[in-house]
């Protein structure tokens, strides 16, 4: 397999079950994963939602909360517990994870941008694995409209992409990628596996906003998809229930939704 810089975006949804508590064999598995991928020379990037969600689950919060400080204090507390257990399952496969928590000035100011390309260059070329998130804790505007400005960490995930010079994207969502209709109404949805332009129709195809642990739904992927092949980055949506998918991507096996980069 030829050494690729891949960037892989995990949401709430696949971190996280319905009663809130993080799903470890999920992130164990995934840890492994993206560990044997750095292991055989790859260059690695998580990019992980889920702050608020691992917040609320570890302060036993029965909804999540209304007040903006609130909402960053719970995603403070989350943020501890989801690096605590990113650090843990990483250095069980010899691998080093560094966190990197960023606003939307972090990539608008120039300076802010190259000292971030630089980090992360420092970090990848040192053989660890950068852990990237949204900085709930401090990030006002995202929380208080109850929407990220990156939309779910997708469109995040490919900023990251393409400042890193990422070869492909992987996005792990709780549905195995792009439907020509939608799969919870009609049982023979059909999976769309290769997308080579996102048009009209294509978007016309996305609907829903994602689960309650998580703002993002197709339409914020599209979004992502059509920032990410537009800078000639791959990228994928699928199933994250079974990381093994990232292999089966690798390995050219037709699995969720291709969007073919331009160019």
Do not use: W
């Not at 992130?27 to 608020?52: F, M, P, T, W, Y």
């Not at 900085?135 to 006002?140: K, Q």
């Not at 980055?233 to 990232?246: A, F, L, Y």
């Amino acid at each position: 397999m030829e050494k690729q810089r891949i960037v892989v975006k995990v949401g709430s949804s696949t971190l996280t079950g319905d009663n809130g508590a993080l799903k470890l064999r999920t992130i164990d598995k995934l840890a492994q994963v993206l560990s044997a991928l750095r292991n055989e020379g790859n260059h690695v990037i998580l990019v992980s939602s889920g702050a608020i969600a691992v917040g609320m689950n570890k302060m036993r919060l029965p909804m999540k909360p209304t007040e903006i400080s609130m909402k960053q204090a719970v995603a403070a507390v989350g943020q501890c517990e989801l690096i605590h257990i990113y650090d843990k399952c990483f250095g069980e496969y010899g691998n080093i994870v560094g966190q990197i928590l960023l606003t939307a000035d972090d990539i608008a100011v120039k300076q802010k941008r190259r000292n971030l390309t630089n980090t992360f260059e420092a970090l990848l070329e040192n053989g660890m694995i950068p852990v990237v998130n949204e900085n709930d804790s401090i990030s006002h505007a995202e929380i208080k409209t109850d929407k990220q400005v990156f939309g779910e960490n997708d469109m995040l995930s490919a900023i990251v992409a393409r400042l890193t010079e990422a070869n492909r994207l992987i996005i792990l969502s709780d549905i195995d990628g792009l439907y020509d209709s939608n799969p919870d109404i009609n049982p023979d949805a059909a999976l769309i596996h290769r997308v080579e332009e996102i048009t009209d129709e294509i978007r016309g195809l996305a609907a829903g906003a994602g689960t309650d642990r998580g703002t993002g739904g197709m339409v914020t992927k599209l979004d992502a998809a059509e920032y990410a092949t537009m800078h000639g980055i791959d990228m994928h949506i699928t199933n994250g229930s079974d990381p093994e998918n990232i292999y089966r991507i690798l390995e050219g096996e037709e699995c969720g939704t291709h969007f073919v980069r331009r160019g």
